[in-house]
């Protein structure tokens, strides 16, 4: 297994590669938030296009997850800079918040989220993320150390 950086200088075949595992992504919290009955308006705005931009956008780092061969999924992250009584760090280390993390399906569960976040772990001293609250990642990332927080409440 091996992280790397990707960038909008990577291969072009990385970059196809990172675009699709994307919208394969957001296809996935399409479903979830409809299964919700929470309507995702940015959803319908999601491309190929949005994916390249995340490329080229400094501030954001991602990084895909190969084996081999192969890409098997990535982590898309940016510096957080909030600070809550549950997360203080000091000035050096602000921490990340990981936007996407995604791992293939037929590769789900073999260890690879789990190399991509202890990876994050031993640069970062503080990493959040959002996640659905029924999502069946969030037995995956309470297995990891993650707490949850925040419960966000919605009325429709």
Not at 58 to 64: G, H, K, R, V
Request: glycine share 4%; proline share 1%.
């Amino acid at each position: 297994m091996k992280l790397f950086k990707i960038d909008e200088t990577s291969d072009e075949s990385l970059i196809q590669e990172y675009i699709d595992m994307y919208l394969d992504l957001i296809n996935l919290h399409y479903e979830e938030a409809a299964l919700q009955g929470i309507y995702d308006a940015e959803h319908d705005r999601k491309t190929k296009e949005d994916a390249i931009d995340k490329l080229m956008n400094p501030d954001i780092q991602i990084e895909l997850v190969c084996d081999h061969a192969e890409v098997i999924g990535y982590v898309r992250y940016q510096a957080d800079h909030t600070e809550t009584e549950q997360m203080i760090v000091d000035d050096e280390n602000t921490g990340i918040h990981i936007d996407q993390l995604y791992i293939k399906e037929a590769w789900r569960k073999m260890g690879y989220g789990t190399y991509m976040l202890q990876s994050l772990k031993e640069t970062y001293k503080k990493i959040s993320l959002d996640c659905y609250y029924s999502s069946d990642s969030n037995e995956f990332y309470q297995k990891m150390g993650f707490k949850p927080v925040i419960t966000k409440y919605l009325w429709f």
